[in-house]
């Protein structure tokens, strides 16, 4: 069964060399303590300053690295700032799409820090088993089967790796990695069901966007799951609060505190299509 997983998971990623982990934020533990055993001599890790999570910046100050943040477009990765920072950096990790809600520019991202000898850490949660997963433009893929995510397995998460080679030389962090095999009947299921998740993602979005269209919705042309209007005043914002409770939607406001930016750093409000069941 843990073999038909990894198939699968090897199909949707374009990696052959996949780790189950018991948590989303182990993978990415891992993806990092990888890229620095990998590129000894670099210690910055970039992340995008706004759609990412939280653990980019405290995993990398965990293992002695230097976060620094990229520019983004609300989420979607500004290549010209990339370009840049990425000169002496170890690795950038990001996710696809930025926040749930933004597709990025894979291809780009990718031949901009390869040619810096800056490492891609792909977070995929989001667009796992889609064409937006591309591993052919990231040295490590990761995600998490978390609750709330399209994967709702509410345990574990996994890592891939492009080449064999980054998985073993830095090989003694999977010692620590366990994945409970009581998991696996479920995960197959979901990740069989796939298909069907998006495609309820897809038409709920989509009504939004067309209920909420006189509204400044971000990135409303680009892939993704979530929907964020951003709102000027008070009334913009109890108007889509409103909608939101009328059709028994979930939702954050952002900004989100100190944890601005995994989401949007303005006023708006996500409706966390992602939670839907």
């Not at 843990?2 to 182990?26: A, C, D, P, V, W």
């Not at 990092?32 to 910046?57: A, F, H, M, S």
């Not at 620094?68 to 002496?88: M, P, Q, R």
């Not at 108007?239 to 505190?257: A, H, M, Q, R, V």
Request: charged share 30%.
């Amino acid at each position: 069964m843990q073999q038909e997983i990894t198939s699968i998971l090897k199909k949707y990623t374009n990696h052959n060399f996949i780790q189950l982990t018991e948590r989303g934020n182990t993978a990415i533990f891992a993806a990092l303590y990888c890229t620095r055993k990998l590129q000894l001599n670099k210690k910055i890790v970039l992340y995008p300053d706004q759609g990412g999570w939280v653990n980019y910046y405290k995993y990398s100050k965990m293992l002695e690295l230097e976060p620094i943040a990229v520019k983004t477009d609300y989420g979607v990765i500004d290549l010209k700032d990339l370009k840049e920072k990425s000169k002496n950096a170890n690795c950038f990790i990001y996710s696809q799409p930025a926040g749930y809600y933004a597709e990025q520019p894979v291809k780009e991202i990718y031949e901009v820090c390869n040619k810096n000898k800056c490492m891609v850490i792909m977070d995929v949660t989001g667009s796992i088993g889609t064409a937006l997963c591309d591993g052919n433009y990231a040295d490590f893929c990761l995600g998490s089967f978390g609750e709330w995510k399209p994967i709702n397995l509410c345990y574990g998460g996994f890592l891939s790796a492009r080449k064999k080679e980054y998985f073993e030389m830095p090989k003694e962090i999977f010692n620590t990695i366990h994945f409970d095999g009581e998991y696996l009947p479920e995960l197959l299921k979901k990740l069989k069901n796939l298909k069907k998740r998006y495609e309820l993602f897809n038409e709920k979005k989509e009504k939004i966007k067309k209920d909420l269209r006189d509204f400044n919705i971000l990135h409303k042309d680009k892939k993704g799951i979530n929907v964020i209007v951003k709102f000027d005043n008070d009334k913009e914002k109890e108007k889509i609060i409103n909608y939101c409770d009328k059709n028994s939607l979930e939702y954050t406001i952002c900004p989100k505190g100190i944890f601005r930016h995994i989401k949007v750093n303005c006023d708006a409000i996500s409706i966390e299509v992602k939670r839907l069941e």
